[in-house]
């Protein structure tokens, strides 16, 4: 296989004396959705925290298209190609739908080519485009969620990191952002996706990791570890749909 | 009827000087959720400034173009200074404690402004006929008469507007259009709003948060290095206290318009003036401090976010 585009080797992060990852190892390649599922506080958001540099690790790797990011600042992260629509969608609430979207390209300078990529957002997101001189913070829970990935696009970034897409969104709605998911990756955008959703974000992505309390515990290809009995047990409920 | 419009003029050109620094204590406050209480003294070191260089230049027996370009120079150089300094506050004091509980860089603040006031003091003492030969280092200096003391609308109208009126309202105006530009149209504006409103989001769009900081700084402490210099044209002495007191006015203004809010804080500067004006001419001078306060109390119990504060709040 090819080089990965991103690697954690023994990722430790702790906040103050508790830590929360406990040696986290993990790749993905140019190409690929990768799904990480887990329990509540299993050190999910900590992981991508942790890649996009807004917490500082304490010792392990992070790699990202051939460079070590481990200490560097977010911004720079960003600028290289990395790009997160972070736990509970963050938008700029008394910006406009817009603004968010311009904030999302703070890294180019092409007018032209951010004027083009606020329009797709829009034809992949319709209702963005009739709000879009509305404050984000007066926008619907799916409404935010739909211009957090949106925004997070507009960098147009080599890897994507989604943070739990799905949560507290409506079925109609999740499948839309997942199909969102589907159209970005066969356009060229890597995807590494966090979600407590584990069904939906198995059956969209190639591969997966399972979280526990910091540390990884399955690692495989997301159809052999939808038919996990574990897997099962544990993420996926009873009955399948 | 012509007192009150002469007190609503007189409201008018004072709240411009309070909302311009509000607009710095507001900016600072809306990212770093920081009270600079060194704002006030910046804008006092701003005007000793502005008088050492009326002196250097002459300014005071200038007249015509000369004074015009004089007074523009005068603007520009305090407006740079208090800028510059402003941000080197930041990066020498206050950038250290980010990571430290609130406490720590309000505290340095206050310390801060004591620095100032206490430079402010010394600069006062400088053997300068401006400031009297050095003798008084406390004492108000008196800053030369630049504008002609003319009423414009006649020496016999009741009514009196000077043009010293005119340059405090209408160069206020043009500042703080100049800035609504700035914050709501150029790309380092929204990326101050946006860092204002989620620094770690702001993070997350690439924006590098310490230059942004840093440019609010810069745009504060310009905003007061300019209301230094039309407000020491206009009342005409100035003093090492004079910080300490427009500051606590301004940042009075900036709470009662909704602190964060840029245009609350242009707001609250208005209303500050006016009711200083109208309450010193109806009720009594001596009842201002009563009042001022007494109004900001009740717009905070009815209002806690303050006039225009954010009431939009977030969605989970």
Redesign the interface.
């Known amino acids: 296989m090819s080089e990965p585009l991103l690697s954690l080797s023994a990722v430790h992060t702790s906040y103050g004396n508790i830590e929360a990852l406990h040696g986290i190892d993990l790749v993905v390649y140019p190409g690929e959705i990768v799904c990480l599922i887990g329990a509540n506080g299993a050190g999910k958001t900590t992981t991508l925290m942790s890649i996009s540099g807004c917490v500082k690790t304490r010792s392990g790797t992070i790699r990202f298209d051939g460079k070590d990011i481990t200490q560097m600042p977010s911004d720079r992260i960003v600028r290289l190609g990395l790009a997160q629509s972070p736990e509970g969608r963050k938008i700029f609430p008394r910006l406009t739908v817009l603004e968010n979207l311009e904030m999302g390209a703070f890294i180019r300078d092409d007018k032209a080519g951010i004027a083009a990529d606020i329009e797709r957002v829009i034809a992949l997101f319709p209702i963005l485009g009739e709000r879009r001189h509305q404050a984000g913070g007066t926008l619907s829970g799916g409404e935010q969620q739909m211009l957090a990935v949106g925004r997070a696009m507009m960098s147009r970034p080599k890897l994507l990191l989604l943070d739990e897409p799905s949560l507290g969104l409506a079925p109609l709605i999740v499948l839309k952002i997942f199909e969102v998911i589907k159209t970005l990756n066969a356009e060229g955008t890597t995807i590494l996706l966090v979600e407590q959703n584990a069904r939906m974000a198995l059956r969209h992505s190639h591969r997966g990791y399972v979280l526990e309390t910091g540390a990884i515990t399955m690692a495989d290809k997301a159809d052999v570890l939808l038919a996990d009995p574990r897997v099962q047990a544990a993420y996926l409920g009873e009955g399948d749909h | 009827m012509e007192l009150v419009i002469q007190q609503l003029l007189l409201g008018l050109t004072n709240g411009m000087v309070f909302a311009l620094i509000a607009l710095g204590y507001t900016m600072v406050y809306g990212i770093l959720e920081l009270i600079n209480f060194a704002h006030g003294d910046l804008f006092m070191l701003a005007s000793f400034l502005a008088l050492t260089l009326v002196g250097l230049f002459g300014l005071g027996d200038a007249s015509g173009g000369t004074l015009a370009v004089g007074l523009v120079g005068v603007i520009v150089v305090c407006a740079l200074f208090a800028a510059g300094l402003n941000w080197v506050v930041d990066r020498v004091v206050y950038k250290p404690l980010r990571k430290a509980p609130k406490l720590a860089p309000l505290v340095s603040a206050i310390g801060v402004s004591f620095v100032f006031m206490n430079l402010g003091l010394f600069w006062g003492g400088l053997p300068m006929d401006e400031f009297g030969g050095g003798v008084a280092p406390a004492a108000p200096k008196s800053f030369p008469e630049l504008l002609p003391n003319i009423n414009l609308l006649g020496e016999d109208a009741t009514l009196r507007v000077t043009p010293k009126d005119l340059l405090v309202i209408v160069s206020s105006l043009v500042v703080m259009a100049a800035l609504f530009w700035f914050v709501n149209r150029t790309?380092l504006g929204?990326?101050m709003?946006?860092t204002a409103?989620?620094p770690?989001?702001?993070?997350?769009?690439?924006?590098?948060?310490d230059k942004v900081i840093g440019a609010t700084f810069l745009i504060g402490g310009a905003l007061a290095g300019f209301a230094a210099v039309i407000y020491s044209l206009y009342i005409n002495t100035i003093n090492f206290q004079m910080g300490y007191q427009n500051g606590l006015y301004a940042f009075t203004a900036a709470v009662l318009g909704g602190i964060g809010n840029i245009r609350g804080a242009v707001l609250g500067g208005l209303v500050i003036g006016l009711l200083r004006a109208f309450s010193d001419q109806f009720i009594g001078a001596q009842w201002q401090p009563a009042i001022l306060f007494g109004t900001l109390i009740l717009i905070l119990v009815f209002r806690p976010t303050g006039l225009l504060g954010?009431t939009?709040?977030?969605?989970?």
């Open positions: 790309k929204k990326a709003r946006a409103q989620n770690v989001a702001a993070r997350l769009m690439g924006i590098d948060v954010s939009a709040r977030e969605k989970v």
